[in-house]
């Protein structure tokens, strides 16, 4: 892994925060992840999934977006999008990439990936880590109206613990998106994938970085098809 400064015109001093995890063998498509909304690149979160990611042979880009870089707190996720194209422009050249990449992220970070995919940013996938289906204790305000418009295959990782997504909620909309998505559950995990002793299948309590880690047979098999 490798630190990276990206050109993004929006963002403090013009550039925001990533790194590059190069895998030990290359074997499928690069993808770009970027945090939550109360992150930062460096969340145990999203640092473990880009690890289980370049684990799969893929390289990774992990990047702030522009409210990490400036320590403001995060805009709606639609005035987002410009920006975030402006960090996937600076890293498909930060990684010398003419294709497309798979897109994503944590919770947040990966909704704003899939608004610009709807918009129709070129994308080989989207890994949705945590979707914010809705806000806390607000199902009935659904984070889905984009859906219909989102043309490539997506993975959702999600608690069923998670305060932000009712899994019953979730499967009920997949229907929206024009292609069958792949949806894995981490059993007794919260938006965060922390779970504890009392939600744990077998009594042990597991940290985001474990429970992604246990997630890596579903992310390398999904990758491996993009």
């Known amino acids: 892994m490798r630190p990276l400064s990206l050109p993004v015109e929006a963002a403090p001093d013009g550039a925001v925060t990533a790194a590059l995890h190069e895998p030990k063998r290359r074997r499928g498509r690069s993808v770009l992840l970027v945090p939550g909304a109360g992150g930062n690149l460096d969340s145990e979160a999203i640092r473990s999934l880009a690890d289980v990611v370049a684990s799969c042979g893929h390289r990774v880009v992990r990047s702030n977006l522009v409210h990490h870089e400036a320590g403001r707190r995060a805009p709606r996720a639609e005035t987002a999008v410009a920006a975030f194209r402006e960090v996937l422009d600076s890293a498909r050249a930060a990684l010398n990439e003419d294709g497309p990449l798979v897109l994503g992220g944590r919770s947040y970070g990966g909704r704003v990936a899939s608004m610009a995919v709807a918009d129709g940013t070129p994308a080989a996938g ?40 009712d899994l019953e909620l979730l499967r009920a909309h997949l229907r929206k998106l024009p292609r069958r998505p792949t949806v894995e559950v981490v059993t007794g995990g919260n938006h965060e994938f922390r779970v504890t002793a009392a939600r744990s299948p077998d009594g042990a309590a597991r940290s985001p970085a474990d429970s992604v880690a246990a997630l890596r047979p579903v992310v390398c098999g999904w990758l491996a098809e993009r």
């Open 126 to 165: 989207l890994l949705l880590s945590g979707y914010p289906l809705h806000p806390p204790g607000d199902p009935e305000r659904l984070r889905v109206q984009h859906w219909p418009h989102i043309g490539v295959p997506c993975l959702f990782l999600q608690g069923d613990h998670d305060a932000l997504c």
